[in-house]
Structures are given as structure tokens and as C-alpha cells.
């Protein structure tokens, strides 16, 4: 009895291990993700970051230096999205018979992804500042690849700009 009872133990804590692996992402890991530093300052960033954001299509919403937020928003894509009509079932079997189509009933939606994004000072020497940005919109998830590409136009940006200087 000791025995399956052992087994059936080192069973359950070998299936919990494997559950515990596949599940969704620590804090921590996504905050890595979403988080850069840079040796720039946070006013640098900040312009940097509002470019990136014009290049890739959003427009800036609230813009805050002072706290270091940006957040801007972006249309992309539709979606459609069926509403209640008030038509009597009568008129709807009659559409139905003749092959009427209603296009009343249904509404398209623009998606809007939307982003914020934090800058503050690390350190004042050497300058060091951290970026952290955050997407949503809908149901879309955003994989490393997607921060990569972001970070990507975003290093561009500070290039150009230091270019410019």
C-alpha cells in the first residue's frame, strides 16, 4: 500500500512539472521582453520613441515627459460583428426563401492596437535610461518577435537622431 501510494505521488508531481512547463509566461519574463535600456537620455528616448511610433503608423494619443508615458494608438484591419435587428420572424423567412440578403444587421469595426510606453532614468553617470512598452488590441497576442521588430525601429530611430546631432 506504502508503495503505490509512493508511486502514484512521484506520478502526480512528474505530471504537475510537465503542466507547470507549458503554461503561459511569468511576469517577470514578459516584463524582460517589453523592457530595454539605452544610453541615451530620457528626453532622447522619449523623442526616439514618438518617431518609432509616426513610423509605424500610430498616432500619438497623450504624450507625458514628465512621467515618461507616451501611449498612441493605431486602426488596423476590420472586423465585423452581428447585431440584433427588430424584424418580425416572418420577414426573416421570407428573406430567407427568396435569398434576400440583409446586410443591415451587420456592423464592421475598425481594431484598434493601442500601445504605452514608460521610459525612466537609471542612472545620470554614465546616462542610462530603461523603455518599457506594452501592446494590446483585441485578441492579438504579441510574441518576442513582434518587441524585437519594435526595438529594432526603435534603435533605428536613435541612430537617425544621433545622425542628425
Known amino acids: 500500500m506504502k508503495r503505490n501510494f509512493l508511486i502514484f505521488f512521484a506520478f502526480a508531481i512528474v505530471v504537475q ?6 503554461s503561459e509566461r511569468t ?15 530620457t528626453k532622447e528616448l522619449i523623442s526616439a520613441s ?4 509616426q513610423d509605424l503608423g500610430y498616432t500619438i494619443d497623450v504624450l ?3 512621467y515618461g508615458l507616451i501611449t498612441a ?3 488596423q484591419g476590420n472586423t465585423s460583428e452581428r447585431v440584433d435587428s427588430d ?13 434576400i440578403e440583409s ?12 500601445a504605452t510606453i514608460t521610459v525612466k532614468e537609471i542612472s545620470n553617470d554614465p546616462i542610462l535610461s530603461s523603455l518599457r512598452v506594452n501592446f494590446e ?7 518576442d518577435l513582434f518587441f524585437k521588430s519594435f526595438f529594432a525601429a526603435l534603435d533605428k530611430s536613435l541612430f537617425l537622431d544621433q545622425a542628425i546631432d
Do not use: H, M, Q, W
Open 17 to 22: 512539472s510537465c503542466a507547470v512547463s507549458t
Open 137 to 143: 488590441g483585441g485578441e492579438r497576442k504579441f510574441s
Open 64 to 66: 507625458s515627459p514628465e
Open 73 to 75: 494608438s493605431k486602426k
Open 27 to 41: 511576469t517577470a519574463i514578459k516584463r524582460a521582453t517589453e523592457t530595454k535600456e539605452y544610453e541615451v537620455s
Open 103 to 114: 446586410n443591415d444587421d451587420i456592423v464592421i469595426i475598425p481594431l484598434t492596437l493601442s
Open 50 to 53: 514618438i518617431d518609432t511610433f
Open 87 to 99: 424584424e418580425s420572424i416572418g420577414s426573416t423567412i421570407i428573406r430567407g426563401i427568396f435569398g
